[in-house]
Every structure is written in C-alpha cells, then in structure tokens.
C-alpha cells in the first residue's frame, strides 16, 4: 500500500543554518504531496503542498519539489529561525484521508 | 470563523469505560476525518466520512465508533477503553478528497489507566 518514510529525528540545527528534511514515498497512482508541520500543544498545519510531478511547493521560506524520478518531496530552507522549531510530517493523498510519515522533530538553536 | 473544535482538550478514562470525542467545523467541509498520533508512529487514520450518512474505515478503526447525522459534526466513540487507546486524538476536515488541504482541530489527549 501508500507509504511514507522521512528521516528520523530529532535535529538540531543553529538559527541561520540550512534545512533538509529527507522523504521519500511508496504509491500507486499520482498522489498529493503535503508537508504539514506541528508547533507545540497545537494540531497540524499545512505549510506546502505539490499536487503533480516537478511541481515546487513553497511556503514561509520553505521549499519542496515533487520528483518522480526518484520518489521524493525533501523539505528545504535556507536560513531555519527559533520559530520554525516544531515536527514536521511528509504526507502524502490516498483516497478521501492523508498517509503521514513518523514525523521529524527539529530544534533550532539560538 | 473557529474551523474545527475538539472537546474536551484533555481525559482521563479507566479500562472499561466508553466515551465521546467531539469533532465540530463551521467550514461547511463534506469530507471529515479522525487520526491518531502515537509516538514514533505519525498519524493514522481511525474513521472518515465523505457527507453525512456515510462513514468508513481507515486504518486503525476497531474499538472506535463513528456517525455523521450533520455536516458539522462528527464525534468519535470509544465503546471500552484500553491501555492500547492512550493517544493524541485529531479531527479533520477538508473541502474535497485528500488533495484539497486539511484543516485540524486542536486535538484531544487522551489517557485510559
């Protein structure tokens, strides 16, 4: 069946420094990919979405391109801040519902 | 505009007992869902409905019960309790299938002893 796998976490960044969180995904079809992050205490938010092959999906500074070729939709940002501190989860569509990854927590550092 | 509620934030069960999660949304969203988020696990889908009157399974649904008399509501019902449902319980709701972007509630944190 559908099936996401992001790079296990926690990471630990320094305020300014660049962010990849890797995920790659297993799907029939031509599935949504989603990126939705979790702040403290709160539910998830969508920050990107790519709805076919090549297409970029940015948002708030981060970026992430749906490529076929090799299954994956990575998660980029060229300077984290303090704020962007949270999990994040690779999701992708199958069916009416989403199919998430484990989820990667990161912790930026002042 | 409040998007989509859960009550109660927080509760405390003992093994046995049933109970009701409250989903509401004001987003007139046919398409409502209900996930669990479990340590190390990501979410996983219990329950979805695409309108009222019609309610499936997803992933991990045994234990749990569903029912959609309105397009704002739809509360998740725990039959008996167990350890095992100790969880982070999130409602959703979206517009159209799972292309379209999903709104959450704040969720509810659950804990059965």
């Known amino acids: 069946g559908d099936s996401v796998t992001q790079m296990e976490g926690p990471v630990t960044l320094s305020e300014e420094a660049f962010l990849t969180i890797n995920c790659t995904y297993t799907a029939t079809g031509y599935p949504s990919l989603f990126w939705y992050v979790q702040y403290p205490g709160e539910g998830l938010q969508l920050l990107l979405k790519?709805?076919?092959?090549?297409d970029k999906g940015s948002n708030k500074g981060f970026e992430a391109t749906y490529r076929k070729e090799t299954t994956s939709f990575h998660l980029e940002k060229g300077s984290v801040q303090v704020s962007d501190s949270a999990v994040y989860f690779c999701a992708l569509s199958s069916g009416y519902a989403l199919n998430f990854g484990k989820g990667t927590s990161l912790l930026v550092t002042p | 505009n409040a998007g989509v509620t859960q009550t109660p934030k927080f509760q405390v069960l003992k093994t046995g007992q049933s109970m009701t999660l409250q989903c509401a949304q004001d987003?007139?969203?046919?398409?409502m869902s209900w996930y669990r988020q479990d340590p190390g696990m990501g979410l996983r889908l219990i329950h979805y409905s695409v309108g009222a009157g019609i309610t499936d399974q997803g992933e991990v649904p045994n234990g749990y019960n569903v029912s959609r008399s309105t397009t704002e509501d739809f509360p998740l019902r725990l039959l008996s309790a167990a350890p095992s449902q100790t969880s982070v319980y999130f409602c959703?709701?979206?517009?159209?299938?799972?292309?379209?972007?999903?709104?959450f509630g704040p969720g509810t944190r659950l804990t059965v002893t």
């Open positions: 959703a709701s979206s517009s159209g299938a799972a292309t379209y972007e999903q709104y």
């Open positions: 790519a709805t076919k092959a090549d």
């Open positions: 987003m007139n969203h046919e398409y």
